[in-house]
């Protein structure tokens, strides 16, 4: 049997081990930080990114909602948002969040020979919509149409491994500069299979459209909200800001009227689902024009 002075010691040398075991043990894993996402208007912003406010709705043509800033995360929205996608014609998907989130535009993926392209983005990438492009060919490139789409666009750049092209004119507000981002400038970006990003201006100064010549008769444009095309699609607003219903001067739909003169298209695809508009287009858009210079 153990005596009492055996049974102290061995005791004593038992608790003494215990702090070295602590030391020991594998520490927990630190958390990493997450990269906040606006709730107003979906953009990403990096790890460090400490303003109490988002730089893209801290500006007057979009806004910081009257009931304060919130954020959230991509991790938070995969919780409880999907995407939807939806075939508008045999070259063409819309991609949308459900239900809506921030601003609650769509992206489009282009499917064309030489490479696909996606139009604009949206803050949520799940693995339903990464296994659909894959299936289509992955993505050859990304184009952006203005700031407010910017979303989370270094993620789905890294996901397909390819360029975002982006008018320099825009460059102030990127607020992660990724490797894959590419600036360009000019009136007009050639890409492929007789499609190209042309600078309209307006809304941004780098705002830019999306033509591609073969998707119609006469051309399809992939207008973001460049133009914004009314709900009965019987009109076109060309703004500075859209919800601040902030007008352009004169003298700026005047230079717009005629940067558009030269460019053929028959058919329309805005931001929202319901800007389809497949006739007639170039004809609502001149009359709007007039509208607002009359």
């Known amino acids: 049997m153990m005596d009492r002075i055996t049974f102290l010691k061995n005791s004593a040398l038992a ?29 990403q912003f990096p790890e460090d990114y400490n303003e109490k406010l988002c730089a893209i709705c801290n500006e007057e043509r979009q806004y910081i909602p009257v009931t304060g800033q919130t ?33 609650g535009q769509r992206a489009f993926l282009v499917v064309s020979k030489n490479g696909n392209i996606l139009w604009d983005c949206i803050p949520l990438l799940d693995q339903h919509v990464i296994d659909f492009i894959n299936e289509k060919g992955g993505v050859q490139a990304i184009a952006i149409s203005h700031p407010h789409y910017y979303s989370n666009m270094n993620d789905w750049a890294e996901q397909f491994k390819c360029p975002i092209y982006i008018h320099k004119k825009d460059e102030l507000y990127i607020n992660e500069k990724g490797s894959r981002i590419k600036l360009w400038e000019g009136n007009e970006m050639p890409l492929w299979d007789d499609i190209k990003i042309v600078n309209i201006g307006g809304h941004f100064a780098g705002s830019s459209i999306l033509l591609h010549k073969n998707m119609s008769e006469k051309g399809t444009m992939l207008s973001g909200d460049t133009m914004y095309l009314s709900p009965n699609l019987k009109h076109f607003a060309i703004m500075y800001s859209y919800p601040n219903r902030m007008p352009l001067p004169i003298s700026e739909i005047k230079r717009i009227k005629k940067r558009l003169e030269d460019l053929e298209f028959d058919a329309v695809y805005g931001f929202y689902s319901y800007q389809n508009l497949t006739k007639n287009v170039k004809q609502i858009l001149n009359s709007s024009i007039e509208k607002y210079l009359s």
């Open 71 to 103: 954020w959230t995360t991509h991790e938070q929205l995969l919780t409880n948002h999907t995407t939807q996608i939806v075939q508008l014609n045999e070259h063409l998907y819309e991609i949308v969040i459900t239900p809506r989130f921030a601003i």
């Open 15 to 43: 608790v003494a081990a215990v702090p070295l075991l602590s030391f020991m043990k594998k520490p927990d894993k630190i958390p990493t930080p997450m990269k906040k996402l606006c709730t107003a208007c979906g953009t």
